[in-house]
Each structure stands twice: as C-alpha cells, then as structure tokens.
C-alpha cells in the first residue's frame, strides 16, 4: 500500500498491515502526526474481506509535547520527594542507633559491674564508642541530605572515626587483660541474667535496624548507607557472642566462658576499630565489608 501526503511517500507491506491495527507517522515539517487507524477495527478488511480505506486523524504534536514536558516534571518531582523521605528514614534510624546504643550502654555497665560479668562490662563500653560512630553517621547522613549524594568523610567525621578507632583498641587490649586476670584468679561472675536479656533485646533491635537500614540503602541507591548497616550487624554478632557466653554460664555454670566471651568481644572490637582507622584514612564513607 502506498500512502502519498504533502509530497511525503511511504511504503507498508500487506503483512504489516494486517498484523497492526494502527500506524503511527509524524511529519516534522508541519509539526503534525498523522494516525491511520483502521475505521471498522478488522485489520485492514471490511466485512466483505475487501480492504478498508484508512481514517486519519491529525493532530497538534507541540500538545503533545507540552502533555510530555509536564509528565517527566512530575516524575522529577515525585522522585525527589521520595529520596527526601528516605533520607529522613534513615536520620531517624542513625537517631535511633545512638539513642539505643547509649542507654545499652548504661545498662550493661551497671550490671556487669554489679553481677561482675567481665563480657557484659566489655559488651556496654563497645556500645559507648559505637555512640561515637553514629554521631558520625548522622553528620554524614545531614550532608548528603545537603548535598544531595553519597559523599566522601570530611574533618568531622574523620576525627569521630578516629576517637571510634581509639575507643575500640583501648577495648580491644583491655579486655584481653581482664579475662587473663579472671582466670589467673579463678573468677566467676555472680549471675548472668542481666546479660541474657540485655543480649535479647539487643539481638532484636538491630535486626529491625539492620532490615530498615538496608531497604533505606537500596532505595537511594547509596554505599554509605549499605555500609552503615553492615556495621549494624557487626553488633548483632557481638549480641549473640555475649547470649552464648551468658546463656551458657546461667544454665551449666562452665567456668571461664564468661572470659572467654570477653575475649570474642575484644575480636570485635579490635576488627571495628582497625576499620575506623581506615576508613578516616581514606575518607570513604563506605566500610565494614561495604563498598564492592
């Protein structure tokens, strides 16, 4: 079939035609599109199988261009929405961290001094220097709510980072030196309740933030983010060392597991702060097995 308009020629095959109902042809020298859509619907055949004459329809295309421009506004728009509202999830998930990890922290001091439970001690002093890595991550998540992106450490951060990476070697040979001394001394904590529970609620708590925090990370996109919630489950795994050592005291009363764990704990620690370190040494906002 040969359709001639305005001196413009175009060739569909038979095949074509019976296997579309509707051509599209825009001509960019009237700024007008043509649609040539069969009237009775039947592909290109009349009821009496003859073939049906094509009914054009014009039309403005700079409409349609404007209907065009206003749809992809819209898009823009409610995608910026949308990063704004995760951004925001995930300030109050770094808020929710540093307010968690400091009453942990006070709460697992207080009764491992009391029950004298060398693990539980350790396990509330990690909490404090974590304190200090979330007022780091909520800096960073201010300045990319900002800026706009993912961004690299700045001076702020990278001293948090560096106090985070002392905190944690402090920790990291301290503990070592108590367990050495409670087994020299054949010492044994009073009970170990405290640190079952604590380790419960602990263990709960940042699988709910671990779970946000990676949806948060893979809604914007961002490595920081994904990172941060590596690092979350750093203390998921420090909340099951301290469960076992607790749990495992409580019920059969093996001597030395509570050492023990407070040498797990000081492993930990010893790994988070040589992180710290090297994430304020490069200035990447990425780490704890984050950035791939």
Not at 3 to 11: L, M
Not at 150 to 169: H, P, Y
Not at 181 to 200: K, Q, Y
Request: net charge positive; charged share 25%.
């Amino acid at each position: 079939m040969r359709n001639e308009r305005n001196g413009c020629k175009k060739n569909y095959g038979k095949g074509q035609l019976e296997s579309k109902s509707r051509l599209f042809r825009f001509d960019a020298k009237r700024c007008r599109s043509t649609i040539l859509r069969y009237a009775d619907g039947t592909g290109g055949r009349g009821s009496s199988g003859k073939s049906a004459r094509p009914k054009e329809i014009l039309f403005d295309c700079g409409r349609l261009f404007h209907y065009i421009a206003v749809m992809e506004s819209e898009v823009i728009l409610e995608t910026h929405d949308e990063r704004r509202r995760w951004l925001r999830i995930v300030a109050i998930l770094a808020f929710i961290t540093i307010s968690y990890n400091l009453i942990e922290g006070l709460v697992s001091i207080f009764f491992g001094a009391d029950d004298e439970s060398l693990s539980l001690f350790g396990f509330g002093v990690d909490s404090f220097v974590e304190v200090i890595s979330g007022i780091g991550i909520a800096h960073m998540v201010w300045r990319m709510q900002n800026i706009g992106a993912d961004v690299d450490s700045d001076r702020f951060e990278k001293t948090a980072l560096r106090i985070t990476g002392i905190g944690f070697i402090v920790l990291a040979v301290a503990l070592p030196a108590g367990a050495i001394m409670s087994i020299v001394s054949d010492h044994r904590p009073d009970a170990t309740v405290a640190g079952v529970i604590i380790s419960l609620v602990s263990i709960l708590t940042m699988w709910l933030l671990i779970r946000e925090k990676r949806r948060a990370g893979a809604a914007l996109q961002s490595q920081a983010v994904l990172a941060d919630a590596n690092c979350t489950r750093t203390c998921l795994q420090l909340s099951f060392v301290l469960l076992t050592a607790s749990l495992l005291y409580e019920l059969f009363r093996l001597p030395y597991v509570d050492a023990v764990g407070s040498l797990a704990i000081a492993w930990f620690a010893f790994r988070e702060g040589r992180e710290s370190f090297e994430k304020a040494r490069t200035g990447k906002s990425c780490g704890c097995d984050g950035c791939h």
